[in-house]
């Protein structure tokens, strides 16, 4: 088994490992760090003989570091002494079970005593197992930063005394949010990168996609976890149409819709259908809009009016200058580019979205659709100029310059 294998294991099992290995010592961190030494020693041990039980393997050796460690503080001999005859370690890890130790998991790595940075950084590490270098790949920031993060949010947890615990069924649900916010963020990042070269990382978005499986199989009666995962789905479905050979990006409008992934449509439907048991919420709300896009077979047959609607239900119960943004964007389709207007220059004058490249896109667009061509290009030359990722830009300036 070489490296892959190794990493492959680890991406699996390690969210599994970590949670276990943080209820039996009671120490976060050091369960962490237990976990990543067996994957330093796996790297060195299995490509010379492969385990049986790979899983097994990494928990058995990931346990004995802890012991290690925990024998290394003299303060904690009793700890070390009931660790040690604890005849649950020796459980075996049963790869089809999914128990509440990863929920419990999840709800410490995005707990609210760290900062929203510190929240992702620390999921992917442990409960998506991946390394300091992708997640600072993934989100490009240096990987001494994401380390850092990683770090000082071990640190806060034991200082701000977090038990890894599920919490109570009502606190379970009042930072359920939470959770889904950080797996929101992991997947939009994936799903349109703020900055770099690249318009997808799909590698991030997928795993977003994982992770939130993983939550929906864990909170199978909260509709909103079915929200998110059917918004994840849905709008994944569209990534092998969005971009071009090259990587460059291909507009709704003139994607080949032969290409999306109808299996994830399938999915993103049936997850939507769970999400709408008892009423749509932010999530299942933004599922709805992917869906409504998703049973389209064309721009213009798309359905723009139940979107504006949709739109203004979100608005209703998350407002936010994005959705009013989108809100606009649907608008102009349904009813013509003058009322999205006047929903654009009202976000302006309250200096809704400061420096973001969203507004002047749009504006941009509409002003192009009303025929006022200079203007137009003027706002879209100031989109591209704020806009961070370069695919993005490069579209912007092409529309720029193709109004003359």
């Given amino acids: 088994m070489g490296t892959a294998d190794v990493e492959a294991v680890w991406r699996i099992e390690s969210a599994?490992?970590?949670a276990a290995l943080t209820r039996f010592t009671g120490d976060f961190g050091l369960a962490e760090d237990a976990a990543q030494e067996?994957?330093?020693?796996?790297?060195v041990s299995w490509p010379l003989?492969?385990?049986?039980?790979p899983a097994g393997w990494l928990m058995a050796t990931a346990r004995r570091r802890a012991i290690d460690a925990i024998r290394r503080r003299t303060a904690l001999q009793d700890?070390?002494?009931?660790?040690a005859t604890d005849p649950a370690v020796d459980e075996e890890i049963d790869p089809d079970r999914i128990d509440d130790d990863v929920l419990a998991l999840m709800f410490v790595s995005c707990h609210p005593v760290l900062s929203l940075e510190a929240r992702v950084a620390l999921t992917l590490r442990v409960v998506g197992g991946l390394s300091s270098e992708e997640i600072a790949r993934a989100f490009l920031v240096p990987m001494p930063t994401v380390q850092a993060r990683i770090t000082r949010a071990k640190k806060t947890i034991a200082a701000a005394g977090v038990p890894f615990e599920l919490p109570s069924a009502g606190e379970r649900r009042g930072r359920l949010g939470g959770v889904l916010s950080v797996l929101y963020v992991i997947f939009t990042e994936g799903s349109t990168a703020t900055s770099g070269d690249r318009l997808l990382r799909p590698d991030v978005a997928y795993e977003a996609i994982r992770l939130t499986r993983t939550l929906a199989a864990l909170q199978p009666d909260e509709p909103e976890v079915h929200g998110l995962l059917a918004l994840c789905e849905l709008t994944a479905a569209r990534f092998p149409a969005r971009t071009g050979p090259d990587g460059s990006p291909i507009l709704?409008?003139?994607?080949?819709?032969?290409?999306?992934?109808f299996s994830a449509i399938r999915r993103g439907l049936a997850a939507l259908a769970k999400a709408s048991t008892r009423g749509l919420g932010p999530y299942g709300l933004q599922a709805a809009i992917a869906a409504a896009?998703?049973?389209?077979?064309?721009v213009e047959a798309t359905d723009w009016d139940r979107i504006v609607v949709l739109y203004e239900a979100l608005g209703r119960v998350a407002p936010s200058p994005v959705v009013e943004l989108n809100r606009a964007v649907a608008v102009a389709m349904a009813s013509g580019p003058a009322q999205a207007l006047a929903i654009v220059d009202e976000l302006i004058a309250l200096d809704r979205l400061p420096g973001s490249h969203l507004v002047p896109t749009v504006r941009g667009e509409l002003l192009a659709r009303l025929g006022r061509r200079p203007e137009a290009r003027t706002e879209l030359e100031?989109?591209?100029r704020l806009c961070a990722n370069q695919?993005?830009?490069?579209?912007?300036?092409r529309k720029a310059a193709a109004l003359g």
């Fill in 16 to 18: 599994r490992i970590v």
């Fill in 382 to 384: 100031l989109a591209a």
């Fill in 79 to 83: 700890r070390y002494a009931l660790l």
């Fill in 293 to 298: 896009h998703a049973s389209a077979p064309s």
């Fill in 252 to 261: 709704l409008e003139d994607q080949d819709r032969r290409r999306w992934d």
């Fill in 38 to 43: 067996a994957v330093a020693e796996a790297l």
């Fill in 391 to 397: 695919r993005e830009r490069s579209v912007l300036l």
């Fill in 49 to 53: 003989a492969s385990p049986a039980n």
